[in-house]
């Protein structure tokens, strides 16, 4: 799984040096939970980073855009995205615009 270069990061990530190292050599992190896009199938998920590591997921060509420590900051770190995207006067029909040039903003909410 690819990682984006500018990710989304919820506020609650302490060390997001470990969690990219983590990410990147697939181990699994503790209530770490990753906002995916899968361009083949225009979609976006909410993956704990234990299933992203899954069989079922190795082969998908997906995106990492936005992390987030517990299910419910993930949510929250997706509505941001959304905002952020309608603020910047992005087109919220097409979800790869959303990530263009977001510069690892972090979501304080």
Request: overall charge neutral; some cysteine.
């Amino acid at each position: 799984m690819r990682l984006h270069e500018s990710l989304f990061v919820s506020e609650n990530i302490q060390n997001i040096g470990t969690i990219v190292y983590s990410l990147r050599r697939n181990i699994p992190v503790l209530r770490l939970y990753c906002i995916v896009w899968f361009a083949a199938s225009a979609r976006m998920e909410i993956l704990s980073s234990k299933e992203l590591f899954t069989q079922k997921h190795q082969n998908k060509d997906g995106m990492i855009v936005g992390i987030a420590m517990g299910q419910m900051q993930a949510l929250d770190l997706l509505r941001h995205m959304a905002q952020t995207a309608i603020i910047e006067g992005r087109d919220v029909t097409n979800v790869a615009q959303w990530f263009a040039e977001n510069n690892n903003r972090e979501c304080n909410e």
